[in-house]
């Protein structure tokens, strides 16, 4: 399912800010020209975000960015709550539904947290992989691919991790902790969504 137009159309009745890139160089162009120098700017676990090369191009340019994944684990959380309230925040959707929903699962909650309220500006980049028909076609693709296959890159012990299936498990490493299905940008704009004709990420 990859009708961007009426994908783009649904999300901007839902008041979200809806962009259209053709391959990953223009979503990163597209998500700098968007982010205002001197922004500080800091993401949560996002593939996407690298695959495009806009954590290293934010890096080289004149913006104050926070990257988690530079400091150790042991001070990750201080780390991610003291740049919360960020200018932007950067991630991806596990899936978008046809009719404009983003639906999101996260272990700890620090980056649907984000989402849904904190940092001034929200920037979501998805791929055409992400995009599906229904909210029930949404919750498969979250709990039966993106999940298990996030779950191969942490060090946790889940059933998914071990034999890349969701088991519904119940395990104190699951990253299926928090299920958020966002139906309005609130308030109107806040989140800004790119769609790249290009498959990125889980």
């Not at 975000?49 to 684990?73: F, N, Q, T």
């Not at 404009?100 to 998805?126: F, H, S, T």
């Amino acid at each position: 399912m990859e009708n961007f137009e009426a994908v783009k159309r649904n999300l901007e009745k839902r008041h979200f800010e809806v962009y259209l890139a053709k391959s990953s160089d223009d979503a990163r162009t597209l998500a700098l020209s968007l982010i205002p120098k001197g922004s500080s700017v800091t993401w949560g676990g996002t593939m996407t975000l690298h695959e495009i090369g806009l954590s290293d191009a934010l890096k080289a340019e004149d913006y104050h960015v926070y990257d988690r994944d530079l400091v150790p684990p042991s001070e990750k959380q201080a780390f991610v709550e003291a740049h919360f309230f960020s200018d932007w925040f950067i991630m991806s959707a596990n899936a978008i539904t046809e009719d404009g929903e983003l639906l999101n699962m996260d272990g700890r909650g620090n980056r649907v947290a984000a989402l849904i309220y904190g940092p001034k500006n929200v920037l979501v980049i998805a791929g055409k992989n992400k995009l599906v028909k229904t909210f029930e076609d949404g919750v498969r693709r979250v709990r039966e691919y993106a999940a298990p296959k996030n779950a191969q890159r942490f060090s946790i012990a889940t059933p998914c991790k071990q034999c890349g299936e969701c088991k519904d498990c119940l395990s104190p490493d699951s990253i299926c902790a928090q299920f958020v299905r966002t139906r309005l940008s609130f308030p109107a704009g806040r989140i800004k969504v790119i769609l790249v004709d290009e498959d990125l990420g889980y």
